[in-house]
T-cell receptor, first 114, second 114 residues
C-alpha cells in the first residue's frame, strides 16, 4: 500500500514570493503522482501529474513539481505567487500501471497575503 | 449539464435517519468514487466502483452503502446517520484510457448530522 505525507499543513506567504509545498510518498512499486487544488467551497481540480518521462512537470498557471525517486518526493513550487493562488493543495499517489485508486495527503493550505 | 454533478449540495439531517447523496456523470466513465473530506484527514475513500454492478470498499466504508445500477449514477446511502458522518462528501469519476489516472471531482455535498 502507498501513503502520502504533506509536511506542512499551512503555508502563509506574501504575494510575489516563491513557495514550495512539500510532498513525500511511500510505495514499494512504481507510482503515478498528482497535485490537486481546491479553491474555497469547490471540488478538487487536477493541477499537474507525473506518469512517466520527464521528472519535471508544469501546470498552465506557473506551478511545477519534480518527481525525485531517490528521495520519494514530489514537491510543488511556484516562483512568484498571486493572491488567487490561495487554496488547499493535495498531493496524491496511485500505483503505476492500471491501478485506479488514489491515496491523498492531508492537504496544505496555502494563504497568499498582500 | 456535462460533467459530474452532486445533489444535494447541502443537507442537514438528524441522527438515525437515512440519507442518500446522489452523484451523476455524463462522460460514461467506468470508475466512480466516493470520498469524505474532514479537517486534518484530507480525503479518504469510502467506496468505489469499477463498472455498473461492481463496487468495493475503500478506507472508511462502515456506515455507508452504495449501488451502481447504471454507469452514470453512483448514489451513497447513510443507512442510519451518526454525528461522526458530518463531513463534506465528494464524488469522482475516471475513465479507463491508458495510464491516465486523472479523477474528475464533483462540487461536493456538505452534510451535517445533528
Amino acid at each position: 500500500a502507498q501513503s502520502v505525507t504533506q509536511l506542512d499543513s499551512q503555508v502563509p506567504v506574501f504575494e510575489e514570493a516563491p513557495v514550495e509545498l512539500r510532498c513525500n510518498y511511500s510505495s514499494s512499486v512504481s507510482v503515478y503522482l498528482f497535485w490537486y487544488v481546491q479553491y474555497p467551497n469547490q471540488g478538487l481540480q487536477l493541477l499537474l501529474k507525473y506518469l512517466s518521462g520527464s521528472t519535471l512537470v508544469e501546470s498552465i498557471n506557473g506551478f511545477e513539481a519534480e518527481f525525485n525517486k531517490s528521495q520519494t518526493s514530489f514537491h510543488l513550487r511556484k516562483p512568484s505567487v498571486h493572491i488567487s493562488d490561495t487554496a488547499e493543495y493535495f498531493c496524491a499517489v496511485s500505483r503505476g500501471g492500471s491501478n485506479y485508486k488514489l491515496t491523498f495527503g492531508k492537504g496544505t493550505l496555502l494563504t497568499v497575503n498582500p | 449539464d456535462a460533467g459530474i454533478t452532486q445533489s444535494p449540495r447541502y443537507k442537514i439531517t438528524e441522527t438515525g435517519r437515512q440519507v442518500t447523496l446522489m452523484c451523476h456523470q455524463t462522460w460514461s466513465h467506468s470508475y466512480m468514487f466516493w470520498y469524505r473530506q474532514d479537517l486534518g484527514h484530507g480525503l479518504r475513500l469510502i467506496y468505489y466502483s469499477a463498472a455498473a454492478d461492481i463496487t468495493d470498499k475503500g478506507e472508511v466504508p462502515d456506515g455507508y452503502v452504495v449501488s451502481r445500477s447504471k454507469t452514470e449514477n453512483f448514489p451513497l446511502t447513510l443507512e442510519s446517520a451518526t454525528r461522526s458522518q458530518t463531513s463534506v462528501y465528494f464524488c469522482a469519476s475516471r475513465g479507463t484510457s491508458g495510464g491516465n489516472n486523472e479523477q474528475f471531482f464533483g462540487p461536493g455535498t456538505r452534510l451535517t448530522v445533528l
